[in-house]
């Protein structure tokens, strides 16, 4: 779960601009593909249950929970300006701002701590017991040791190194 360096200078650009927002930066995605590259940016609330509904200013409904449309206007318009002014990515790209959504990509251990007893899908840069793909249940992550432990089919368990894991996400599970 190791950011490249392009994505890590694009991470230290944005977030300051996400902040701005009142939104948390969730993690970004830089995909070059031939002339249009993509850069996608997740932001994500907190969700307090004691929010009041209210009404934001364009009328709609806003519940406290998770992110509006709204918000990712305001991103956008925000991490736009930025990248106008720094200009760190050559060439045309498209930009897209978004929640995590339900099946939530993973950037950090950290962000994986509170969905411990939840599915989860991991691809691995090198095999794991002869597989690259899992989809499995999240027993623990240890941050300090960057380890993960997960139990796959036939109640295996596996310890799996977080620089051995090239994508990681939740498995939405009604």
Not at 31 to 43: A, D, H, T, V
Not at 52 to 67: H, K, S
Not at 68 to 76: I, L
Request: net charge negative; charged share 25%.
């Amino acid at each position: 779960m190791k950011l490249s360096s392009k994505t890590q200078t694009l991470h230290e650009l944005i977030a300051p601009a996400v902040a701005a927002c009142d939104v948390d930066l969730w993690g970004i995605e830089f995909i070059p593909q031939g002339k249009r590259s993509l850069l996608r940016i997740y932001i994500d609330k907190t969700v307090e249950d004691t929010t009041e509904p209210q009404y934001d200013e364009d009328g709609e409904l806003d519940t406290g929970r998770g992110i509006g449309v709204q918000d990712c206007v305001s991103v956008t318009h925000q991490v736009s300006g930025v990248l106008d002014v720094h200009d760190p990515i050559a060439g045309e790209y498209a930009l897209e701002v978004s929640s995590p959504g339900w099946d939530r990509p993973f950037f950090t251990l950290q962000q994986m701590q509170p969905y411990i007893g939840q599915q989860v899908a991991l691809r691995l840069i090198s095999a794991v017991e002869n597989r690259r793909k899992f989809q499995a249940k999240l027993i623990a992550v240890n941050v300090q040791d960057e380890m993960i432990q997960v139990e796959v089919e036939k109640q295996q368990v596996l310890d799996i190194d977080s620089h051995n894991i090239d994508k990681a996400n939740l498995v939405y599970q009604d």
